[in-house]
């Protein structure tokens, strides 16, 4: 089974332009993601979807895999794109601006499809209980809740499941946007239209559930720092010098 990891990275970015050729130690953000995921030794292959000629020639002068692509809404459309053309049985999607993904979490997705024998799993992700009721109130933290199997029902940027009944505590979790896709499943994703469930949450994952295909979520305790506006960017500078694992 030959497994690529895919980093898809647009250089705009509404809340922070250009954020991922910041420069983060010695390195850019986009190069410390991808030399970090190289690093795992997990991985056939890594490659950088992008529609910039910047972040391309950025990856390509560090000697590492760079894809050129269309523009594209979801990030799974840029991998879908990208991988057409490439030998791969499974696909791992590393956002570009979490340059200190763990090994772990990336082994447990991987691990998903290594115990799927008959190839029912489409993709598997990531999520991590939350507890804070400011962290499951906000709708820029989607949340999703799953079946007794772990595979996914649902996903919404409201809190789910509603405490109707207040005698009872309810679970919460956030997803975590790391995935791991059966190559078909990605290629067949690019293919479909979107349906009004992920029109109205603007949640990619939920086209797959509103065109039947499993996703099994993993449960971790890994909480990455996503680099969405210039503060992120100076916590994860400081995060990198006080490092020895960086």
Do not use: W
């Not at 250089?11 to 954020?19: I, L, N, V």
């Not at 009721?133 to 996903?155: C, H, M, R």
């Not at 009872?168 to 239209?193: C, D, M, P, Q, W």
């Amino acid at each position: 089974m030959k497994i690529i990891a895919v980093i898809p990275a647009r250089y705009e970015a509404s809340r922070f332009p250009g954020k991922l050729m910041q420069i983060l130690g010695e390195k850019s953000v986009i190069a410390t993601t991808y030399q970090n995921v190289v690093d795992t030794n997990l991985f056939d292959e890594v490659f950088v979807a992008t529609d910039s000629e910047i972040i391309f020639n950025e990856i390509r002068i560090i000697g590492g895999n760079a894809v050129m692509t269309g523009e594209h809404e979801t990030g799974s459309d840029r991998i879908a794109e990208a991988v057409a053309n490439i030998e791969c049985d499974i696909v791992v999607n590393v956002q570009g601006d979490e340059p200190f993904l763990k090994t772990e979490p990336l082994k447990q997705l991987i691990s998903v499809f290594n115990d799927d024998k008959e190839e029912q799993i489409s993709l598997a992700s990531l999520k991590i209980k939350i507890t804070e009721i400011e962290e499951i109130e906000n709708p820029n933290n989607v949340k999703v809740i799953t079946d007794s199997q772990g595979f996914a029902l649902y996903f919404s940027r409201s809190m789910i499941p509603y405490p109707r009944e207040t005698t009872s505590t309810a679970e919460y979790f956030k997803h975590i946007g790391v995935y791991a896709f059966r190559k078909k499943a990605l290629v067949n994703f690019a293919n479909l239209k979107m349906k009004p469930l992920e029109i109205a949450e603007k949640i990619e994952c939920i086209r797959y559930l509103e065109y039947g295909m499993k996703i099994k979520m993993v449960e971790t305790d890994f909480v990455g720092i996503g680099i969405d506006v210039p503060a992120d960017l100076e916590k994860a500078r400081l995060i990198l010098k006080n490092s020895s694992t960086f």
